[in-house]
């Protein structure tokens, strides 16, 4: 295939930036979108200009540091998958692609397509942890009861895998998808309970500080999570918010 490439370049966060447009060649539909951009970064080496910078890691779908706007849309046009796990057989030859940075007050751009998530971080350590007994006391999970379907709803909340995509699609840019499933992790199991009323207001607080914007319903980041991370993690999250808010 032979494609145009419209990609955001900057060169640190104090940069305007803009677009700039590579033509492409020799493309397989069977490439992943990424080794387009490692073909691409290739032949940029060998006419001796920039590369361009966009972050990745495990290429597995596992991590969520592959987020790339592709076209208007967080991941690309498929769905459920990530940025590494797109391929080029969902364009088609003589395509123009335009790829952006995930765009957010709280996702600061370090380098063209690379952004700092390290907000998100922030969010988690505010009160996604449980009380463990580390002194080798340490008692098996597996012999407290659960519910299976409160086991199956956690196991679907820890699913989320951090990419910010539910960020980058919403049009104010609320990380409530993100949190909610962060909190939802942890409040649907006994070993949660014990930090409930601190977690749910220390990350809420922590995502309002962060500069996140409030969340409407829309339910876009629903739809464009590689995770499918569902809305009733939000509506989890209010209700653990207000308990707690009524506790404290």
């Known amino acids: 295939m032979k494609l145009t490439l419209k ?13 700039v447009e590579y033509p492409i060649d020799g493309i397989e539909p069977d490439m ?3 080794e387009m951009l490692d073909v691409l970064n290739e032949d940029l080496i060998n006419k ?8 990745h890691d495990c290429r597995e779908g596992i991590c969520g540091m592959c987020s ?4 208007g849309e967080a991941h690309g046009p498929d769905r459920g998958v990530t940025t590494c796990q797109l391929h080029m057989r969902m364009f088609k030859d003589g395509d123009t692609i335009f790829i952006e940075p995930f765009r957010a007050k709280a996702f600061p751009v370090i380098k063209d397509l690379v952004v700092d998530r390290s907000s998100f971080d922030r969010i ?3 009160g996604g942890f449980i009380s463990v007994n580390t002194s080798g ?6 012999t407290i009861p ?15 895998i951090g990419c910010g995509a539910c960020v980058a699609t919403c049009k104010n840019s609320s990380a409530m998808l993100f949190v909610s499933a962060k909190v939802s992790q942890y409040a649907l199991l006994p070993q949660g309970k014990v930090e409930a009323v601190d977690r749910v207001l220390n990350m809420v607080h922590q995502m309002d500080l962060e500069g996140f914007g409030n969340c409407t319903n ?3 980041c629903e739809i464009e999570c590689p995770k499918g991370i569902s809305l009733e993690n939000i509506a989890r999250m209010n209700r653990e918010y207000l308990a707690a808010s009524l506790k404290g």
């Open 68 to 71: 790339l706007f592709i076209n």
């Open 32 to 34: 992943s979108f990424l």
């Open 48 to 55: 001796g200009e920039e590369p361009v910078a966009f972050d």
């Open 137 to 142: 006391n340490t008692i098996d999970a597996n």
């Open 146 to 160: 659960i519910n299976k379907h409160d086991a199956d709803k956690s196991f679907d909340a820890a699913a989320c």
């Open 218 to 220: 829309t339910g876009a």
């Open 7 to 19: 990609i955001w370049r900057q060169k640190n966060a104090q940069d305007k930036g803009g677009i």
């Open 124 to 126: 988690q350590h505010a």
